[in-house]
C-alpha cells in the first residue's frame, strides 16, 4: 500500500512518497546564501546540518513571485542526501487507495512521476531523486 504525504507550496499541490518523507518542520527558516545553484533559494539549518532547500517553482516551471518565508519546510531523503522543500500548508498523509493515481505519460519535466487525484484536489507526485540530480548539475 502506498501513503504520500500531501503539501501545498505557492501554485504547487505536491505529493511526497512516504518512505521518502523524513520531518515536517513549523516555523524553521531558509536562510539565503551567495553562489548557491540557482535551483535552490538557501539553507535550512537543522540537527546541526545545513539542509538545500529547492526551488519547486523553478524546477517544475511555475512562474509565481514568491513573497515572504514558507510556514513549512519539508525535509525528504533522496539519493544525495537530506533535501528540504518549503511548504505553505500540509494536507496530511493520506493511502494512495484514497485517491486515483495517475501516471504522467508526459516526460516534459522528469521531477514528476505522476499525479494523485485527492477530494477534488490533483498533487504532484515528485521524483525526489530526479529534482536532487537537478541541484547537482
Known amino acids: 500500500m502506498s501513503r504520500f504525504g500531501l503539501f501545498r507550496a505557492h501554485a504547487i499541490a505536491y505529493a511526497i512518497p512516504l518512505p521518502r518523507l523524513l520531518k515536517v518542520l513549523s516555523g524553521e527558516r531558509c ?3 551567495p553562489r548557491l ?3 535552490v533559494t538557501g539553507v535550512v539549518v537543522w540537527d ?3 539542509i538545500p532547500q529547492l526551488d519547486l517553482d523553478r ?3 511555475c512562474s509565481v513571485e514568491v513573497v515572504g518565508q514558507a510556514v513549512y519546510q519539508v525535509l525528504v531523503a533522496s539519493e544525495c542526501g537530506i533535501l ?3 511548504a505553505d500548508q500540509t494536507c496530511g498523509i493520506v493511502a494512495g487507495e484514497s485517491g486515483e493515481l495517475v501516471t ?3 516526460k516534459a519535466n522528469p521531477g514528476i512521476t505522476g499525479d494523485f487525484h485527492f477530494q477534488g484536489a490533483v498533487f504532484h507526485i515528485l521524483d ?7 541541484l547537482t548539475q
Open 31 to 33: 536562510y539565503p546564501l
Open 37 to 39: 545553484p540557482r535551483t
Open 48 to 50: 546541526e546540518q545545513l
Open 59 to 61: 524546477l517544475l516551471g
Open 84 to 86: 528540504a522543500l518549503s
Open 104 to 106: 504522467v505519460t508526459d
Open 128 to 134: 525526489i531523486d530526479s529534482l536532487a540530480i537537478d
